[in-house]
């Protein structure tokens, strides 16, 4: 009895070998996953590198073959490429500093402060997790039309400055930072103001940089909006830009509309490279925030 129960224990597989397959398996999945995600990618950058009168021929092609640079060529030629990337970098800067400020103004008056309509106030803010962009989106063009700032900055810029979702981070957050501290800089004469520049601010470094780094990221990808608050074309970011530019009426040039969100695509790109490490840190952040 006891040497069939040695040889059937010896007959399993350790439990650390046990986990190592498995590992292997969930690493081989992600590989297959990964691999099915790129292909739309390389599909689209091999199209951009191909002449339309092929692309019109065999639009399946992976291979960009023939290989040419015009679609990018043409891309390049326009002359307020750069106006547009500029508008596109200032709008995005621009909105992360004031939904930063305002924002985190407001979850730290929501999280610490004691007012009258506190108890109100919040759940309305939570709301507007609750309310789609569609639904508010012709109130909001009507209300710039109105005040006649379409074809502005201040268009482009102010509509995403109240974020519902950042400023329940952000309440979330200086929760749990000790009152202690807080009290103790009270007791010290320190003002309201200065408890928030020199303790919550410094303290919620990494929930604010992922904040900002997902403000600008949305910013800059923002097409809709931009699409009909901003029609001229020195105040058009670079996404509305080269949709205009490659645009035709008869007909769709894959090759340069494929070159064109390329190459509105790279800044991205590189900005994702630079900042991975925080971005991959403040998705693990905003799920698991209590």
Do not use: K
């Not at 007012?115 to 106030?121: D, I, K, Q, S, V």
């Not at 979330?172 to 919550?200: C, H, K, M, T, W």
């Not at 970011?237 to 340069?256: C, K, M, P, Y």
């Not at 064109?260 to 693990?284: C, D, E, T």
């Amino acid at each position: 009895m006891a040497a069939r129960t040695v040889s059937v224990d010896a007959q399993r597989p350790p439990q650390r070998v046990r986990a190592r397959r498995q590992g292997l398996f969930v690493q081989a999945g992600l590989i297959v996953l990964a691999a099915l995600w790129l292909i739309p990618v390389v599909w689209t950058l091999s199209i951009s590198f191909r002449p339309e009168n092929s692309i019109q021929a065999n639009l399946s092609l992976m291979l960009p073959l023939p290989f040419t640079l015009e679609n990018y060529e043409f891309v390049f030629s326009s002359s307020r490429l750069l106006r547009w990337f500029v508008n596109s970098l200032f709008v995005a800067v621009v909105r992360t500093i004031l939904q930063m400020a305002l924002c985190s103004l407001a979850a730290y008056a929501f999280a610490r402060m004691r007012f009258p309509g506190r108890r109100f106030l919040f759940p309305f803010v939570l709301i507007g997790l609750m309310v789609p962009g569609q639904a508010t989106f012709i109130p909001v063009y009507l209300l710039f039309s109105n005040l006649r700032l379409l074809n502005t900055f201040a268009a482009l810029i102010l509509p995403g400055v109240a974020s519902s979702f950042a400023v329940f981070l952000l309440v979330q957050f200086f929760r749990n930072i000790p009152i202690e501290l807080e009290e103790a800089a009270l007791l010290d004469g320190a003002s309201r103001l200065a408890v928030y520049l020199r303790i919550f601010l410094p303290l919620s470094t990494p929930v604010l940089t992922t904040l900002a780094i997902f403000t600008f990221l949305g910013t800059w990808n923002e097409f809709l909006w931009p699409l009909v608050a901003a029609t001229d074309p020195d105040i058009m970011t670079i996404t509305i830009g080269l949709r205009n530019l490659t645009a035709t009426v008869d007909r769709i040039e894959f090759g340069q509309t494929m070159a064109a969100a390329w190459a509105a695509g790279l800044p991205i790109v590189f900005f994702f490279l630079i900042f991975q490490r925080r971005i991959i840190s403040g998705i693990q952040l905003s799920s698991g925030i209590n």
